[in-house]
């Protein structure tokens, strides 16, 4: 009979910390606090700087690009609730003649 082969066991992820008495988890100093908020605005910076920002051409036309969808899509909505308004009223009128 050929042997099977078992994958190797992994370690558990359950934390063997107690908990505080509080039970909440212990806070970490004000130094290391200080320190992770300054790499994250390091980093922050860093990242910013490789974005490629829009020409003010681009960034122009882009907004026109925005507004005239915009304005579109309100008129094609304005249009839309103005039609279901009159349809519905000519029901309500229809209804109450008793037709």
């Known amino acids: ?3 099977l082969k ?3 066991r992994q370690q558990s992820t359950v934390s063997t910390k107690r908990p ?4 909440l988890p212990a ?3 004000f130094g290391s606090q200080q320190a992770n908020i300054l790499n994250y605005v390091r980093d922050l910076r860093s990242e910013i700087r490789k974005v490629i920002w829009p020409s003010r051409r681009e960034w122009t036309n882009l907004t026109i690009v925005v507004l005239a969808i915009s304005a579109a899509v309100g008129a094609f909505l304005g ?3 103005f039609i279901f308004q009159e349809f519905f009223r000519l ?6 003649q008793g037709i």
């Open 27 to 29: 806070r970490r100093p």
């Open 20 to 23: 505080s008495s509080s039970g």
């Open 79 to 81: 249009l839309a609730d």
């Open 6 to 8: 078992t994958a190797p």
């Open 91 to 96: 029901l309500l009128r229809l209804a109450g």
């Open 1 to 3: 009979m050929p042997q």
